[in-house]
């Protein structure tokens, strides 16, 4: 493991939880002691006696966890049960005209769906997809952009055990093909198009792009109508939403399926070109889904909750479209961005919808921040009681901000650690409970053994870096990398001999054993909080027919986290001028094309050499340093081309 592990940061400040908070909350320290000590003691029937009282059974399971095939693990297999009849039908009775979501559009319209609405909606949906002729274990991919359909049309898939995939609407019609192709979808779900920030993205226009590609295995593709412009809708294959669903019934007999049933696929990035299809199982996810919206946001029926992800990542997948649903509470749901009309969109949300508990991205935090206190001093943010973030670690000033400013001192910080793979929370403080320290993201949730260890698997210090691991499988965990088991293997498990699972990042523990995240062992980059592989990008770049070579690295960025800088080395001349311009232009715009906007390289500097071992490989710790800025101080004569480090520098 390489010296940059080590550790720097140094921060003291301590936050207890505040008294009126931990009063009324659901995990007091007891609770919390508890709780780790019957983890500690008798692991699966920990895990199992959560189930039992968090899931609504078809079938009762018997057996909790199997490891006979591991690192496949399996929970609770021989239950059964239907997810979206936990999220949605169980709580009719009770809840039936309770809001579930509180949808506001762009334009700043809102919509108030109950959890008896909701049903009517997913199940005539459902009967829609039956009709098209999707039937359980085949895969659908939802392309749409932040409207209630999104959450509608997932829920639907779950109820019929169809397997959805959702691909993010910000990913390009490139993008949107390789994800369909690699899971085999028959269908795909979109719109006509989708708005953001005041602009109109046309995603039925790039899935359209994405069939004329080749997507062999798609027949359906079905069309929500969210703006009035005209599209192209192909004879016996694309079907408006509204024309889908006219005449169905509002009733539709949940599909039971087996606890690892398949619940959905969602593509990520990771250290090669091609991004992953992370599978989830149904009974497991739900599990981690529900107990963590109660455990760390402390959901309780009166709140309203909000989380600003897009449905595209894992976070809408368990803070919006399942956890929350699960517990029975009401959320907003947005569809714009916290910069339109203005600045004050966020909080404006916040107050006119009595938001309880607020969890965003600390990238989001600091544009907010940079635009000063006095915006959201023009709100009333008195009903906010609990803040989140998540994503990549909050610097210590973003944290001191969102507390004072936005928490008005009041509230606690849940800084959660997770990832596509784990599912849900896994490091995360439990609010009533435990003290926070800005910039940590505590420790790790009872049942979740999460550790820092070094190359040989043994635990390190405090304050030592390492590799973050979790020492035993865990509900909601990953079950494998869709048609990929070799990298299912490669990337989580064969580091540490199929025991521990390999998170994909760096941290260390303090003397009070809280964890602080450094960053990702991996080429794998955190942009605005969203994680892209730098080999996807190179790739990318390299199937531009004007470029020989490319390499991607990440350099710090104050709002993003990180930008993207990319050193391309062209066919024939290296470009200057002019040239360098419009090929700059050319290049970012190749990458939106191939990738999407998010992937766009913030610096491209051209280059005739990329710094090379005398092996071949291109030293990326020393185009780091570069693309920061930093004096180079390093060794660098085992470099085969040390000459080319003034060009990069842009020095010569
Ligand atoms: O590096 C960690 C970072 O985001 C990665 C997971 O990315 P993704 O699968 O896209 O999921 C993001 C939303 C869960 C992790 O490997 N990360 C996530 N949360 C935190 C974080 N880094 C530091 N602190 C966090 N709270």
């Not at 009770?94 to 919509?111: P, Q």
């Not at 997507?215 to 005209?230: F, H, L, Q, T």
Request: hydrophobic fraction near 40%; charge should be negative.
């Amino acid at each position: 493991m390489s010296e940059n592990i080590e550790s720097v940061l140094h921060e003291e400040r301590v936050f207890n939880p505040p008294e009126a908070f931990a009063a009324n909350a659901r995990i007091d320290k007891a609770r919390l002691a508890e709780l780790h000590e019957k983890a500690e003691k008798d692991y699966e029937g920990f895990w199992g006696d959560l189930a039992r009282e968090e899931i609504d059974w078809h079938k009762p399971f018997t057996r909790i966890l199997d490891d006979s095939n591991a690192p496949h693990f399996e929970w609770f297999n021989d239950g059964e049960l239907n997810v979206s009849y936990n999220c949605i039908d169980r709580h009719l009775e009770t809840r039936g005209d309770k809001a579930a979501i509180i949808w506001e559009s762009d334009e700043g319209d809102s919509l108030t769906i109950t959890y008896k609405d909701l049903h009517d909606r997913v199940a005539q949906f459902a009967n829609a997809l039956k009709a098209q002729s999707i039937e359980k274990g085949d895969r659908v991919v939802i392309y749409m952009p932040m409207v209630p359909e999104a959450v509608v049309a997932m829920q639907a898939c779950a109820r019929i055990g169809a397997i959805h995939s959702v691909v993010f609407g910000g990913f390009s019609a490139e993008a949107l093909r390789d994800r369909i192709n690699d899971a085999g979808a028959k269908m795909v779900i979109t719109a006509d198009a989708g708005k953001r920030g005041g602009r109109t993205v046309p995603l039925k226009k790039q899935a359209d792009t994405a069939m004329e590609h080749g997507c062999p295995s798609i027949e359906k593709m079905v069309v929500y109508r969210r703006a009035e412009g005209d599209v192209h809708m192909e004879d016996g294959r694309d079907v408006w939403w509204h024309d889908a669903i006219d005449g169905q019934s509002t009733e539709c007999a949940p599909e039971i399926v087996d606890a690892e049933h398949p619940l959905f696929l969602l593509y990520t990035s990771g250290s090669t070109g091609k991004p992953k299809g992370v599978q989830h199982a149904s009974a497991g996810y739900l599990l981690n889904a529900a107990l963590t919206n109660k455990w760390v946001f402390d959901l309780h029926d009166d709140d309203v909750f909000w989380c600003t992800a897009d449905v595209g990542w894992i976070t809408g997948h368990t803070y919006i479209a399942y956890g929350p649903l699960a517990v029975g509470a009401t959320q907003v749901m947005f569809e714009g961005v916290p910069t339109y009309p203005d600045g004050g969109r966020f909080w404006k949300v916040c107050q006119d919808h009595g938001v309880t508990v607020f969890y965003t991205a600390p990238t989001a935090i600091r544009a907010l921040m940079k635009l000063g206190e006095d915006i959201p001093r023009n709100y009333d943010l008195s009903r906010l009681r609990l803040l989140g973030t998540v994503g990549e670690p909050i610097n210590p000033e973003a944290w001191m901000w969102y507390h004072e400013v936005i928490g008005g001192g009041r509230c606690p910080i849940v800084d959660t650690w997770w990832q596509t793979e784990t599912g849900a929370h896994m490091i995360a403080p439990i609010p009533g409970a435990e003290p926070t320290k800005p910039g940590s993201c505590t420790t790790a949730l009872p049942g979740i053994m999460a550790d820092v260890v070094d190359d040989d698997g043994n635990s390190v210090d405090p304050d030592h870096g390492g590799y973050l691991v979790i020492k035993k499988p865990w509900p909601s965990m990953l079950r494998t990398v869709w048609n990929n088991e070799a990298r299912f293997r490669s990337s989580y498990w064969e580091k540490f001999d199929n025991k521990y699972y390999l998170a994909g990042d760096s941290a260390r523990r303090d003397r009070d054993g809280y964890f602080w995240i450094m960053g990702r062992i991996d080429d794998v980059l955190s942009v605005s909080g969203h994680r892209l592989g730098t080999m996807e990008i190179e790739s990318a770049l390299v199937s531009h027919e004007k470029v020989a070579e490319a390499a991607v690295v990440g350099r710090p960025h104050d709002v993003k986290g990180e930008a993207v800088v990319a050193y391309v080395i062209c066919k024939g001349d290296r470009p200057t001028g002019d040239e360098a311009e419009a090929m700059t232009k050319a290049l970012r715009d190749w990458v939106t094309q191939e990738i999407g906007p998010i992937a766009k390289p913030d610096d491209i500097r051209f280059t005739e050499g990329l710094p090379k071992t005398r092996s071949g490989k291109i030293m990326r710790r020393l185009l780091r340093s570069i693309a920061k800025g930093e004096e180079i101080t390093s060794d660098t004569s085992t470099l085969e081309n040390e000459e080319i480090i003034p060009q990069l520098q842009g020095k010569a």
